[in-house]
């Protein structure tokens, strides 16, 4: 749950408006905390970005915006399966239409298509239910040749640029760690680097995102330049486990104050001594890890 400034800081509508929006137009119902103050929800905060969206991009007035957003509302309701087993339909069915919107590059289909799923699912559903399966499945599937390499491309990076738009919405907390993440050079598979560190902005960290295949030149000055407090690396192939720790030993010299993070089964066979740097890989070792590291 969010206040209102914290809504205002995620949105970047000012406090004024949302409580003018919310008195006129009904779009938001916040609850109220046992002191009176307005408390919004996730949800809440995706229909505020959608009701900006509408008024910055597509010139419309705020009270049609409004309208529209209660019609999509009305046909959520409607649309929505009275069972979980139901749900789950609705969202096999709107991944098979992303995915075939995607394989055949319908750029606005796929946006439309990935609206929707917001306005059905909200954020984390869309995220975790939605995108990371699909960018899972392309590359299983170019891997086996049910994909091109432009597809594979195509998608990953519409994917990845939806999943990293949503860094906005989440503040940075100055009173947070800053974070260089990366994948070492060779590795291009950066489906849990980019889950981690939306999981870090989540936590008000800033998120320094380099993502897969990154060189070491340059690093250094990034560094220096950044005072980054971390640096995550992503490793799925241990092929390039070598290349990695070489990366890893050369930051440790040079920045001695610096704190690693390691995470990816690439990192499985890694030597002992770099076993306290690595991050568990599910869910609640995240959590344990935040509640040590971030507090």
Known sequence: MYTIRQASSLTGITPVTIRAWEQRYGVVQPVRSPAGYRL?????????????????????????????????????????????????????????RLYSALLEFQTERARSLTELAFTMLGFEKTLYRLLVPLLIRVGDDWEVGKATVAQEHFITQFITQKCLSFFPVFPVDPAMPSVLALCPSGEQHQVGLLLFALYLRQKGCEVIYLGPDTPADGLEAMLVERKADYVCLSLTNPQFLPGALRLVNSLVDLFPHLKIILGGEGFAGAPDRY?????????????????????
């Open 275 to 295: 076993r306290k740097w690595i991050l568990p890989g599910d869910a609640e070792g995240w959590n344990r890890w935040a509640a040590e590291e971030l507090g």
């Open 40 to 96: 919004f929800t996730n949800k809440d905060i995706e229909d505020l970005l959608w009701l900006k969206r509408c008024l910055e991009e597509e010139g419309i007035s705020i009270s049609q915006a409004a309208r529209l957003l209660q019609q999509q509302r009305k046909q959520q309701r409607l649309a929505e399966p009275p069972a979980e087993a139901g749900k789950d339909e609705a969202l096999d069915d709107l991944s098979e």
